[in-house]
C-alpha cells in the first residue's frame, strides 16, 4: 500500500495537476451550483445535461459538506485517491494475471508513468490531470474486470454500478467487456450477436444543421477523420493482445489468456460498430456514443501486460534496466506536459496563486463580480496561445455564453441543444472584430454585464481589472 502511494504522488509529479482544465469545465459547475445555487443564472443547459445523468457533482458537493474541506482541496483529495484505486485495482488486476509479483510491479510501473498518454484518435488519456467522472470510473471498471476474472459476479455488478453512477457511458465499456469475459467461459465457442453490446436506440434521427456545425469541432467522433497514427493507435493494440494471448496460453497463464481473448473479440465489435456509424450519413448522429472510447480499457490492460511482461523477461531484479526504461519515459511524459499547460505551474496546488494570466483573471471575477453576472468571451478562448486551456465557468464561477469547444460537446452529445448553442456561437462568431456596438448587442439579447477581453483598448468600456494579457470590463447599463 505504501509503494502505491508512493506511485501515486510520482504519477502526479510526471503528469501534473490541472484542476479546471479542459472538461473539467463540463463537470464541476454542476457541482458548484450544488454548494451555491445562485450561481449560473443563465446557460446551464450546457453543462446539467452532463450532470443530469451522473452523480459525481452530487458525489462532490456531499464530500465537501461533510468534511468542510474548501472545494480546491476536496479535488485534489479526490484527485489522488482516484489515481490510488486506480493503481490498487491494476495491481490485483495483475495478479490475476501474472504469478510473480516482479510482473506485478513492472505492469502497475508502467502504467502510472503512461497516465497521460493518447488512447488513439479518442481525445481521452488514460486518466486526466484533473479530477473528472472518467477517472472514478477507471478504477470502478479495472476492479469489476478484476472479479469478473475470479468469477464473483455480485461484486462485479457492485462495481460496475458504481461506475455507472458516475460515468454511464464509460460503464457501458466495462459492462461489455465483463460481459464478453463470461460469455467466454460459459460457452467455449460462443455464437452471440455481439452488436446487442451497444445500444442504438432513438439514435437514428437524422441530425440537423446546427448539430452539424458543432460536431465541426469534434470531427474525431468519426473514424474516418483520424490520422494515420492514430489508426495505428487502434489496429496495434489488437495485434499485440493476439500475440499475448498466444503468449499466455504457452506458458500456462490462463487469465491473461482469457482477458487477452475477450479484449480481442470486445474491441472488434466496438470498431465494425465505428466503421459502420461512419460511413452511412443516417447514422452520423450515433457516433455521439463514441464507440472507440473502448480502446479505453484495452489499453489499460495493454500497458499492464506489456509492463508485466518486460518485468518477468527483461528487466528482472537488475535495477539499472529499470531505470533505463521508466526514466526515459517519465521524463518524456513530463515534457509533453509542460508543452500542454507552458503557461501553468505543472502542478497546481490549492494553496499557490496561479502562474497563468488567464486564471489570475478568472480568479479575480469570482471574487469581485456579482453571482448572477452573465459574461462573455470569445467563443475560442481555450485555443488561445497561453490560456492553457482553463475552464471560465469551472474557475470563475459565473455564466457565459456558450463556446466552440466545450459547449460544442455538450450539443455533440445531446442534439436538443443544438440551436440554442448555434444562436450564442453564431452572436459571437466574429468576436475579434467587436466594437462597443457589438457588445451592447449581446447586452440586449443575451443579458451579457461583463467581458473578458485580450488586452486591446476598447473604448467606451469600464475595465476594473487588467493584468499583461486579460482585462475585464463592465458593460455600463
Not at 446557460?43 to 445535461?49: D, I, K, P
Not at 439514435?203 to 474525431?220: I, K, V
Not at 452529445?413 to 457588445?439: S, Y
Not at 451592447?440 to 467606451?460: F, H, M
Amino acid at each position: 500500500m505504501l509503494a502505491l502511494l508512493l506511485l501515486t504522488f510520482g504519477a502526479l509529479a510526471v503528469h501534473g495537476y490541472h484542476p479546471y482544465a479542459e472538461d473539467a469545465e463540463i463537470y464541476l459547475p454542476g457541482a458548484e451550483k450544488i454548494l451555491h445555487p445562485q450561481l449560473f443564472p443563465t446557460g446551464t443547459e450546457f453543462f446539467e445535461s452532463h450532470a443530469g445523468l451522473t452523480l459525481f457533482p452530487n458525489l462532490i458537493a456531499f464530500s465537501v459538506r461533510i468534511t468542510h474541506l474548501p472545494f480546491p482541496y476536496a479535488l485534489l483529495t479526490w484527485h489522488l485517491a482516484s489515481i490510488f484505486l486506480f493503481l490498487l485495482a491494476c495491481w490485483g488486476l495483475t495478479g490475476i494475471c501474472f504469478a510473480s509479483e516482479r510482473a506485478r510491479w513492472g505492469g502497475v510501473a508502467l502504467v502510472a508513468a503512461l497516465l497521460t498518454i493518447p488512447i488513439a484518435g479518442t481525445s481521452l488519456y488514460i486518466m486526466d490531470q484533473y479530477l473528472n467522472p472518467r477517472n472514478l470510473a477507471a478504477f470502478a471498471g479495472v476492479f469489476a474486470v478484476c472479479r469478473v476474472l475470479e468469477k464473483k459476479y455480485l461484486r462485479a455488478a457492485l462495481w460496475l454500478t458504481f461506475a455507472a453512477v458516475v460515468h454511464p457511458l464509460m460503464a457501458s465499456f466495462a459492462v461489455a467487456l465483463c460481459f464478453v469475459i463470461f460469455l467466454l467461459d460459459k460457452l467455449r465457442r460462443p455464437a452471440v450477436e455481439f452488436a446487442l453490446l451497444f445500444p442504438f436506440t432513438n439514435f437514428f434521427a437524422p441530425p440537423s444543421p446546427a448539430y452539424r456545425e458543432a460536431m465541426r469541432f469534434h470531427s474525431l467522433h468519426l473514424l474516418p477523420n483520424w490520422e494515420w497514427y492514430e489508426w495505428l493507435g487502434l489496429l496495434a493494440p489488437i495485434v499485440i493482445l493476439f500475440w499475448f494471448q498466444r503468449i499466455a496460453r504457452a506458458r500456462k497463464l490462463q487469465n491473461l489468456e482469457r482477458l487477452s481473448t475477450a479484449l480481442v473479440i470486445y474491441e472488434l465489435v466496438y470498431l465494425a460498430i465505428a466503421l459502420i456509424i461512419a460511413i452511412p450519413e443516417r447514422f452520423e448522429a450515433v457516433a455521439r456514443l463514441q464507440p472507440l472510447r473502448s480502446l479505453f480499457l484495452l489499453y489499460i490492460f495493454m500497458l499492464l501486460a506489456i509492463g508485466g511482461f518486460l518485468a518477468e523477461y527483461v528487466l528482472k531484479n537488475r535495477i539499472w534496466r529499470w531505470l533505463i526504461l521508466f526514466l526515459p519515459i517519465c521524463l518524456g511524459m513530463f515534457v509533453a506536459q509542460r508543452q500542454l499547460f507552458p503557461a501553468s505551474a505543472h502542478v497546481e496546488w490549492p494553496w499557490s496563486k496561479p502562474r497563468n494570466p488567464w486564471a489570475e483573471a478568472f480568479i479575480w471575477i469570482r471574487h469581485n463580480t456579482p453571482a448572477d453576472a452573465v459574461f462573455a468571451i470569445s467563443p475560442y478562448y481555450m485555443r488561445i496561445p497561453g490560456e492553457d486551456t482553463i475552464g471560465f465557468r469551472a474557475l470563475a464561477e459565473r455564466s457565459r455564453l456558450a463556446d466552440a469547444n466545450k459547449d460544442s460537446g455538450a450539443v455533440s452529445m445531446f442534439p436538443p441543444l443544438a440551436e440554442e448553442w448555434r444562436q450564442q456561437f453564431q452572436a459571437q462568431k466574429n468576436w475579434g472584430n467587436f466594437g462597443l456596438q457589438d457588445f451592447l448587442g449581446l447586452r440586449e439579447k443575451y443579458g451579457v454585464s461583463w467581458l473578458v477581453l485580450q488586452n486591446r483598448g476598447t473604448s467606451g468600456l469600464e475595465c476594473p481589472y487588467k493584468n499583461e494579457v486579460v482585462e475585464v470590463c463592465r458593460i455600463s447599463p
